[in-house]
């Protein structure tokens, strides 16, 4: 779901001496599984090299095993052309499958909706009654959400100031909370969202489900947006999008 073009970080740790022979994978590839790769499966790889589908911290990456299986190389292979040709297998054994599984944990998560429930597409985002930037992704996607072209799942946290997760609480726990929600991001800085003096624990143990899940998927700042792209797999971006990334979480402008 959520690819990596460098990785230089993960090549400093993952670039080490073999381990001892492991039945289930050879030497190389056994030793980067020992330093918390996740070895996913094996794939055709050109030139002599074995393919190896793994994820380190959340993320897809490649692993060749030399034709004499002593060495690993980790990152991407790009033939003549420059087509990186680690993408397809990392999107099939990783991405997809990991995709599914984080669309099905939003899905079961505690969200405010925007939008119709006809709407064809839908983005989850998590959001922070105090963050700006939410307030300004809320802003772009008023064409597409008024227009019924997208439906935006609002994931609510509180983590930015100390007052978020009452305000956070005091939206989802509103007797119209879509009404609310529109009503905060409205105003903007003028916005009179006053927090819960007293978070129920049902509403706490929402927001600390959604922070975890947060964190889970691998995203550390708000807002943090979540779609699926032309092939269907499940992409995120950080921060407000810039315009021509705005069409591809939104799709076309209404």
Request: charged residues 20%.
């Amino acid at each position: 779901m959520l690819r990596l073009t460098h990785l230089p970080a993960l090549l400093a740790t993952l670039l080490v001496m073999p381990l001892a022979q492991a039945e289930e994978w050879p030497a190389p590839i056994k030793a980067i599984e020992a330093r918390g790769a996740e070895i996913i499966q094996r794939f055709d790889a050109p030139s002599g090299l074995q393919g190896y589908a793994a994820r380190f911290n959340g993320q897809g990456v490649a692993l060749y095993l030399t034709a004499d299986g002593e060495h690993v190389l980790v990152g991407s292979l790009l033939n003549a052309q420059g087509e990186d040709l680690s993408r397809e297998p990392l999107d099939k054994l990783v991405y997809g499958p990991q995709g599914k599984a984080m669309l099905s944990k939003l899905e079961k998560s505690s969200w405010i909706t925007d939008g119709k429930a006809s709407a064809p597409r839908i983005v989850y985002v998590f959001s922070d009654p105090n963050c700006p930037y939410c307030n300004l992704f809320w802003k772009q996607a008023r064409p597409w959400v008024e227009a019924g072209a997208v439906q935006v799942r609002h994931v609510m946290v509180g983590m930015l100031r100390q007052d978020s997760a009452a305000k956070a609480a005091a939206l989802l726990s509103a007797s119209d909370p879509q009404a609310a929600l529109h009503e905060h991001e409205a105003a903007g800085k003028a916005s009179t969202l006053q927090g819960l003096k007293k978070i129920p624990d049902a509403i706490q143990q929402q927001l600390d489900h959604n922070l975890g899940l947060m964190a889970e998927m691998g995203a550390s700042a708000t807002p943090a947006i979540f779609y699926k792209d032309a092939s269907g797999q499940l992409r995120q971006q950080l921060g407000a999008p810039s315009a021509e990334l705005l069409i591809q979480i939104l799709g076309p402008r209404p």
